[in-house]
């Protein structure tokens, strides 16, 4: 045993659409799109990287109001008190969601752009650099032909 | 894209792997003449799961005789596992277009299978064996002219009569997208059943 994991599981199953949560869609990548890039790369000799990101769903933000029982092993001053949440945390209705919300704006804020066919695929080409981002919700494929570091 | 990894960790903290290797369940080889794509650690798995691993291999995925039906043999009675198994094969097409007209074929039992569509499903099972490792490869020393091929049957579906298409992207030499799907109509000629897998070629496109 090297150690022990564990996470914070929201009831999801308790929240009501309309009052804390409203879309909950989030695009994944299609296959083919996979399968286009990773056949340019291989053509032009682009190195391919692969990035995983932390607790993707705890960095997304809520709009929504919503709120949760005291978890247990927290004590709190007083009885009848919960927990107002800022942040996504796993088994929300929305927090793939947010999550995707979460990433895209940070991708386009620099400079890259969405591809008409998947928007899981991000491009941003810069004098003669080009860069490709394929997002798998924490997954995400790094390719372009920049040289590294 | 040193950059962009920056960015991205100071943002989120990101774990960096380095060069890609593995990506939901499928296994990437670089090499000097190209990229290997294959799911062979999700095939042998499906191939444990499914308690074949004893038997013979076979050196196609379906009897080229057989038309699968919605027919009168024992209907199964543990429905769910004929599910996920075809559901495994269905994500395992992602690497595997020969086994796509068989996947397809047996997807549209999913509702009612019996001991003949278990019996195909095991056929295709006994084909994987023969060759797990095999996946797509992409070689670096290729065009990049996108090419397109389309093919549709003529109403070999026999509880509909609707005809099947099949179509097929590549870019250079390197496959990239492809289908087999049953029409949404009834044709009545073989040339209609081909203008419809045209159609539906050209969407993909």
């Known amino acids: ?149 | 894209m040193t950059h962009i990894k920056h960015v991205l960790h100071s943002n989120f903290r990101i774990k960096d792997l380095v060069i890609l290797k593995y990506f939901l369940g499928i296994e990437v080889a670089h090499s000097e003449i190209g990229i290997y794509l294959c799911q062979c650690k999700y095939c042998l798995d499906l191939i444990r799961d499914s308690g074949l691993s004893g038997g013979k291999p076979c050196s196609t995925p379906m009897d080229n005789s057989l038309r699968l039906h919605q027919d009168d043999s024992e209907l199964l009675t543990d429905v769910l596992s004929y599910r996920r198994l075809v559901g495994r094969l269905l994500y395992l097409t992602t690497t595997r277009p020969d086994i796509s007209f068989a996947t397809q074929q047996l997807s549209q039992f999913m509702s009612k299978p019996t001991r003949s569509h278990l019996a195909a499903a095991m056929r295709v099972i006994k084909y994987l064996k023969g060759h797990p490792g095999q996946g797509l490869f992409f070689p670096r020393d290729s065009q990049i002219h996108l090419t397109g091929f389309s093919d549709a049957d003529w109403g070999t579906c026999i509880d509909s009569r609707r005809s099947i298409t099949g179509y097929y992207f590549f870019i250079g030499s390197s496959l990239i997208s492809w289908k087999t799907k049953k029409q949404i109509t009834v044709s009545r000629s073989s040339s209609k059943a081909e203008y419809r897998a045209f159609a539906s070629t050209t969407c993909e496109l």
């Open chain 1, 1 to 149: 045993m090297e150690r022990y994991k564990a996470r914070l599981v929201a009831k999801g199953f308790a929240q009501t659409e309309g009052i804390d949560y409203f879309e909950t869609f989030s695009p994944v990548v299609k296959m083919a799109t996979i399968q286009v890039v990773l056949a340019l790369a291989s053509i032009h000799r682009w190195t391919i990287q692969q990035l995983d990101v932390n607790n993707a769903f705890l960095h997304g933000d809520l709009s929504e109001d919503v709120y949760m029982t005291v978890p247990p092993g927290l004590s709190v001053s007083g009885t009848h008190q919960c927990c107002k949440l800022h942040k996504s945390l796993y088994g929300l209705k929305q927090s793939s969601r947010k999550w995707y919300e979460k990433s895209s704006i940070l991708l386009l804020s620099c400079g890259y752009q969405q591809a008409q066919s998947d928007h899981s695929l991000v491009v941003k080409t810069a004098h003669s650099s080009f860069t490709a981002l394929i997002v798998y919700v924490d997954d995400i494929i790094l390719t372009g032909n920049s040289t590294m570091r």
